[in-house]
């Protein structure tokens, strides 16, 4: 019942996920665990470690923040030169170990570790044709159906096994995969979920996001190509494209909300491309007013770029409670509405009696910018001007960003205009779509949330299919 639900309710995974070969047999545990943290803001649920010396892997997994599941005792047991790590995100609160990654299996030639970012939505059928061939699954992950298939495959070799497996899922899937001896990273043909390549002294390394580089003092190399697989192993780096179609449509979203601000993907700064999205808004919606707030952290750079086109003053009439990154939030209206004001309160003396311009990367439910419209006008602010540097949130994520079903994302039940009533903003301006779009050099982005344009066709909404959550407790 409780996975009807969730299925219902649209509720996904967005995860970070790193890796490591060490090729001067280093322990490679502790690396893992420092890139972790710096993705953590892609996973708070649960954090997993697994580690290969050559011979057997061993893993650490369960659930809470990076530094809850590890201690120095855990660390020092993980030996190995090549590791995997995984955090996972879920807003539910329901707290599944099974759920946890790296998922591990030990198969006729030895072992495998995975861990995985996106979600398929092929796994239900997949998942029951390997079950009537004798297959026996230990969760309900669509994680678990990629395992099972690249074994199936694995007598023809491990590129072989998993091309093949690739040529079956569909979803958005950025993997790393670690057997005994060598570490692979692979990319589902549109590139949907970041992926990148990364150079520590002479060993490679991949990190969702190019932050976990930087922690670890390792040096970007580049982002993987959609439908690539690259290879590390004691022969070195080896590349194979095993889907040419270049059909690229990477998650726009990533760089409006969900990746870090410090990250490079694709050659792009989130941050700088952020700043530039808030230039292009105060172009497409100036307004007369005396104070541009954001809304921290993520309107930030948007703000910034609002103040510099439109020559009003930036100021922090917010400020952000840091230490709430991971309450137990029930998932309904009433506790949505505590959870803003328990993340976020006035600085009174800065917006008083001013026409304050309130700018942030989007609106899903609406809830955040009704309480925030609210809170700023209760503090004596004279006229709050709404500014969103992304268009209308219309349509739910299939492929790993965590958005609710349509019938609760206002964007897709309201004009404009009914939207700035229900907010009780004096104005509302959203970014268009040309305007996001022109803040790009290239091209090749899923705008799926935005305009219903999925790069892949998706089930119906509400239909049956198994996102990578599953409970009947
Ligand atoms: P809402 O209150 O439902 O309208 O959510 C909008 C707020 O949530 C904005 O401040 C966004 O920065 C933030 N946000 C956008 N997408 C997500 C997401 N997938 N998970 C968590 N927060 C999000």
Avoid: W
Wanted: charged share 25%; glycine share 8%; with cysteine.
């Amino acid at each position: 019942m409780e996975r009807e639900n969730q299925q219902y309710n649209g509720l996904k995974e967005a995860c970070g996920i790193f890796g490591i070969y060490d090729i001067n047999g280093h322990d490679t545990a502790r690396i893992t665990y420092y890139a972790l943290h710096a993705l953590q803001h892609r996973g708070q649920e649960s954090a997993g470690i697994a580690v290969s010396d050559g011979k057997k892997i061993n893993y650490h997994k369960g659930n809470g923040l990076v530094t809850e599941v590890f201690d120095e005792k855990n660390i020092l047991h993980l030996k190995g030169h090549i590791a995997v790590g995984h955090v996972r995100y879920s807003t539910t609160g329901l707290n599944q170990i099974y759920n946890a990654q790296p998922i591990v299996v030990r198969y006729k030639n030895g072992y495998l570790a995975l861990a995985h970012n996106g979600n398929l939505i092929n796994a239900d059928e997949l998942r029951k044709e390997l079950e009537d061939s004798g297959s026996i699954f230990q969760t309900s992950t669509d994680t678990e159906v990629i395992i099972h298939l690249i074994v199936k495959y694995i007598a023809n070799g491990m590129v072989e096994a998993i091309k093949m497996a690739m040529k079956k899922i569909k979803g958005a899937y950025s993997l790393i995969i670690m057997t005994n001896e060598a570490i692979y990273a692979v990319k589902d043909p549109n590139g949907l979920r970041p992926l990148c390549l990364g150079l520590m002294d002479d060993s490679y390394c991949f990190a969702s996001e190019s932050c976990a580089l930087d922690i670890i003092g390792a040096k970007l190399v580049r982002e993987i190509s959609p439908g690539e697989i690259i290879e590390i192993s004691k022969e070195g780096i080896k590349t194979y494209e095993y889907d040419g179609s270049k059909k690229e449509a990477f998650c726009i979203f990533e760089y409006i909300y969900f990746a870090r601000p410090d990250s490079v993907i694709r050659d792009v700064s989130v941050y700088s491309v952020r700043q530039e999205m808030g230039r292009r808004l105060a172009l497409e919606y100036p307004v007369d007013a005396d104070l541009i707030v954001p809304v921290p952290d993520s309107g930030i750079p948007a703000a910034l770029g609002y103040s510099e086109v439109s020559g009003i003053p930036y100021g922090e009439g917010l400020i952000k409670n840091k230490y709430v990154g991971r309450t137990f939030i029930q998932p309904d209206q009433i506790h949505r509405e505590i959870a803003v004001r328990l993340k976020l309160n006035v600085m009174s003396e800065m917006v008083k009696g001013k026409k304050i311009v309130l700018v942030d990367d989007s609106i899903v439910r609406g809830t955040t910018s009704k309480r925030l419209v609210a809170m700023l006008r209760n503090a004596g602010a004279k006229e709050v001007h709404l500014r969103i540097s992304a268009p209308p949130v219309k349509f739910p994520c299939y492929f790993g960003i965590d958005t609710p079903s349509k019938k609760e994302l206002i964007g897709s039940k309201a004009s404009v205009e009914d939207i700035r009533k229900m907010i009780g903003a004096d104005s509302l301006g959203y970014l268009s779509m040309e305007g996001l779009l022109s803040c790009f050099k290239d091209k090749g982005f899923c705008t799926g949330c935005f305009d219903g344009n999925y790069p892949i066709k998706v089930p119906e909404e509400g239909s049956k299919f198994i996102f990578d959550d599953f409970s009947t407790i």
